[in-house]
């Protein structure tokens, strides 16, 4: 029941009457829940065929959950947006159409009084272009004492095309 990375087009599937070719398709159970349990309706969202040019890029990386993470990752933050362009950065967004980097800035979610409950938020600098589709890679993060996080397993079963139970 996790909606991360949001957006993405695993939420979506094909559908040609749309403008984009994609309509959302997401399930109440997947839907954050009240404070008395029942979730959020999908029914609203799933009238979009997508997702907001401006939307942000929302997703828990475990480890990467403290000020003290952020620094040593060395993600772009909204003071020096033009690091978004270096070799090395760790939070690149592509269009995955050119292959061009986009101007992006990061940053942790500060709202979570839980600290598992931490998100990493990639913000566009300006709006992507409306029906491009963007690719969103993370490498080389690191946790408060510098160790280099690992993938996720699920991930990196996908990222390796190798099984994984539930994937």
């Known amino acids: ?6 957006p993405n087009d695993h939420f979506t599937v094909v559908d040609p009457s749309t403008e984009s070719g994609r309509q959302l398709a997401l399930r109440d159970e997947m839907m954050p829940r009240n404070r008395f349990g029942k979730p959020v309706s999908a ?3 799933n009238h979009s065929d997508g997702f907001s040019p401006g939307n942000m890029i929302v997703t828990k990386v475990p480890g990467l ?8 990752t060395g993600a772009v933050p909204i003071t020096d947006i033009e690091r ?3 070799p090395a950065q760790p939070v690149v967004v592509i269009n995955a159409r050119t292959l061009e980097r986009q101007l992006i800035w990061s940053e942790l979610d500060a709202n979570p009084a839980d600290p598992r409950d931490v998100t990493l938020i990639v913000r566009p600098a300006r709006n992507h272009e409306e029906g491009e589709r963007y690719i969103v890679a993370l ?3 690191e946790d408060a004492g ?10 990196r079963a996908l990222r390796d095309g190798l099984p ?3 994937v």
């Open 43 to 45: 029914a609203p969202y």
């Open 139 to 141: 490498r080389n993060l």
């Open 164 to 166: 994984h139970p539930g």
């Open 65 to 72: 959950d403290t000020p003290e993470a952020f620094a040593r």
């Open 146 to 155: 510098g160790q280099t996080l690992e993938p996720q397993p699920a991930f």
């Open 84 to 86: 978004s362009v270096d």
């Open 1 to 6: 029941a996790c909606l991360y990375p949001w």
